[in-house]
Each structure stands twice: as C-alpha cells, then as structure tokens.
C-alpha cells in the first residue's frame, strides 16, 4: 500500500480548464464552399512572416490565406463554436450526436479542435464559460 | 452500478465513471477512472505471494502521506482498512486488502470533490472482490463495454483505446494464439458495406477453407467465419480459426472477436462462435446528462 510515486489520484485533471473554455469563430475566416454533404472549405488569411522585407518580398510570395477542409463532422462542430457554448457543451452535443460517453467525446472534440485552433480557424477564451 | 473486471479484480462503479487511465502488466499497475470533471477513483495492484504486514504498511504510509495531507484519520469501510484526509480542496481516502485466492494486494483509492461520500466509499469497497479463473480454465474481463473469456495462460499483450474505437489482444507465449476483441461506435460515419462484407475484409489471407454463416444472438443478427489459421511459411504453426461480429442496437456498437487457436489450445476454442466468449455490455455506455452548474 505503501506508493512513493505520484499517483493519477494526485495529478489534477488536466481537462477541466478546457471544458470551461469558449470557441470563437475566426470572422476573418472566409467560407469558399459548403458541399451538400455538410463539409465547408475555409480560407484563413495568413500573416506575412516578420523576415520578409524587400527585396526578399519581391522575390518570395507567401500565400495570403491558406485552405482548410472541414469534412461533415468537423464542419457541424465548428457551427456550433459560436462564441458563447463552452468546450463542454459542445461535448455533451457531439456526444448525443454520436452515441459516444462523455470522455469518449471529449477527446474528439478537443483533439479536433486542437487542430482548428493551430489552423487559425477558431480561437479560445478560456475562463469565460457560462457558471 | 457498472461492474469492470479487471486483472481477476472485480469492482462496481458509478456509470458516469470511465476507465481513462489502465495498466496492462500482471504484476504490478493501476487502472484510474473519472467522472466529468477529475479522477476519482483509482485502483492499484501489486502481486505478493503472501499477505504482507499491514500494520507497518499503514504506519509507513501515513508517514509519507503527513507532508501534502490534512486531518488523516484512520478508518476502516467495509471491512477494509484505510486511511482518509483532506488534500487541497478534495478529500482523499485510500484503503488496502490482501486477496489470497488471487495472490493480490490490492489499493483503493477514492476521491471525494468536497465532502467525503463514506455511503459511495463502502458501496464501492463493499463490491470489489477477486474474480479467480472459472472451472473451465477461461479468466474474465469485463471492461469498455465487453464482458470477455479468455484462457487462463493467455496473457493481455496489446490495447488501442481511442473515442468508439477499442480493441484488446490476448495471446499466449507460444504458438499463433491470439484472440482480438473489438468495439467500434460512430458506425454511421464509416461503416458503408453490410457488416457481412465488412467481417470478410477483416478475415486474414491466411484463414483458409473459410466458411461464412449468418446467425442469431437471442435476437441480434451475428455474422462468423471460421476456418483454418495457415500463414504462408513451413515454420509457422497453424491452428484454428473463428471471428465474429454484431451490432448491438442497445449501443449502436459494433462488436468483431477474433480467434487464433493452436492445437495445444483446442480445447478453449469457440468452434464456430466465437461470440461465446465475448458479450456486448450495453450498460457501460451512458450518454452524459447536461451539465448543471459545475
């Protein structure tokens, strides 16, 4: 019975902070394409990197918006990030949707948003969630 | 109350709880669930041969726990000595018990957001128990939403957990051993060929005389095949082959078992249901109830 080592128990859990979290919409995020199917193409603007100052911005022209690919599911979540659901409402949603348990839905959401959120596509205010 | 099988380890938990931490060694690990929002439930094991010394375990413990805890207290919940005291804002009460009939030292950990729950605390301790291998030879798992048989000298070599996609890989030391069981959900979204087909894409090449059947589990169609396990190879052992697979409409889940059988097994093999020794267990999924508060 005898445990030196740090436990799970004594670890805090590392998802609650997110949970609370609310997801924007990225407004300057353009919808190039919605299909029938549900699935949405995105242009983010991007930003011109720091280095590129004349004469190299003569030479080397980054894109001005870069493509994202929402398939129908992805496509549903980002509809519903509107600004005011928290991160765990949008869990409890997709998991009705989708027959899944809570945590089962969890790291869906939160992976899938994780990838949107270095995309550009959305962005995070945490701590602002409703009580 | 959920009932999880774990590493002959039996224990009844809340529905909400899900298993997200799990250890697969047989001598020493720790499977940790939470609810929603944290841990709170967590059991350790840690094979002995014999029953250690409990007192002096408890002493040493509590020494080393008087540093990061407050108001430990000594108890004893279901028959289950402990001990109990406030870490930052969560009560946390951990109690020990040797089982013989397994060889098991066994930790239960128990963590209370706020006030400690010593009803839940002695219905949880009250319902662990060893669960040893049947008469028959076969050792029980019960555990992401399957209730599994499989033989005693099988070991638990492989896991891959994700959200609604499960499976566990059994095998013994020697031979082609190997019996996979596997639960599948968001079915809608990728499953687009009838789960017959879906069955034969899964079967191996090296299944041989295959035979596929449709058939009945009370009243849930159930597709298998069977035939002979022969890898291309003259060194590699051949045996038996059986593989399943249903949907539950209680869960929207799709359950595949997979037999691999050498001769020195035979007498474990499922023949031509393999969904002998895998059961759907629908309980385990539990859709989350809104959120109120926090």
């Known amino acids: 019975m005898k445990s030196e080592r740090t436990t799970t128990s004594e670890l805090p859990a590392l998802w609650q902070d997110l949970l609370s979290a609310v997801l924007l919409r990225n407004q300057a995020a353009e919808v190039l394409d919605e299909a029938p199917d549900g699935s949405v193409m995105l242009a983010v603007p991007t930003r011109k990197p720091g280095f590129l100052i004349p004469p190299f911005s003569w030479i080397i022209r980054p894109p001005r918006e870069r493509l994202t690919h929402l398939d129908p599911i992805g496509a549903s979540l980002w509809r519903a990030c509107d600004g005011r659901a928290t991160v765990e409402s949008l869990v409890e949603k997709f998991a009705i949707q989708h027959s899944l348990t809570f945590h089962e839905s969890r790291v869906s959401v939160t992976s899938y948003v994780t990838s949107l959120l270095r995309r550009g596509v959305l962005a995070v205010a945490v701590g602002t969630g409703q009580p | ?294």
């Open chain 2, 1 to 294: 109350m959920i009932d999880w099988i774990w590493r002959q380890i039996g224990v009844s938990l809340p529905p909400d709880w899900e298993m997200l931490q799990f250890s697969r060694e047989s001598k020493r690990g720790r499977c940790a669930f939470a609810d929603r929002r944290r841990f709170r439930f967590e059991l350790n094991w840690h094979a002995f041969a014999a029953e250690p010394d409990f007192d002096r375990m408890m002493t040493d413990y509590a020494s080393t726990l008087d540093a990061n805890w407050h108001d430990i207290q000594s108890l004893r919940c279901a028959g289950w000595p402990g001990l109990t005291g406030r870490r930052e804002h969560e009560i946390v009460s951990r109690f020990g018990r040797y089982f013989p009939l397994i060889g098991v030292l066994v930790e239960a950990v128990v963590i209370h957001p706020e006030t400690r729950d010593s009803e839940l605390e002695s219905r949880i301790l009250g319902s662990i128990r060893p669960v040893p291998v049947d008469p028959e030879g076969y050792q029980r798992w019960r555990t992401f939403g399957m209730d599994l048989k499989v033989p005693a000298s099988f070991s638990f070599a492989e896991s891959q957990v994700q959200p609604a996609r499960c499976g566990l890989l059994f095998q013994s030391d020697k031979g082609p051993d190997r019996w996979i069981f596997r639960r599948y959900g968001m079915l809608k979204s990728w499953l687009k060929t009838p789960l017959r087909e879906w069955l034969e894409s899964q079967t191996d090449p090296a299944v041989r005389y295959r035979r596929l059947e449709s058939g009945l589990i009370h009243t849930i169609p159930v597709e298998r095949v069977h035939g002979e396990w022969r890898p291309r190879g003259l060194l590699l052992k051949k045996g038996l082959y059986a593989a399943s697979a249903w949907i539950d409409p209680r869960d929207q889940r799709l359950y595949h078992v997979q037999c691999i059988t050498s001769k020195s097994n035979h007498a474990f093999h499922p023949r031509e249901r393999a969904e002998k020794i895998m059961a759907s267990c629908p309980e385990f999924f539990s859709l989350p109830k809104p959120s109120i508060g926090k």
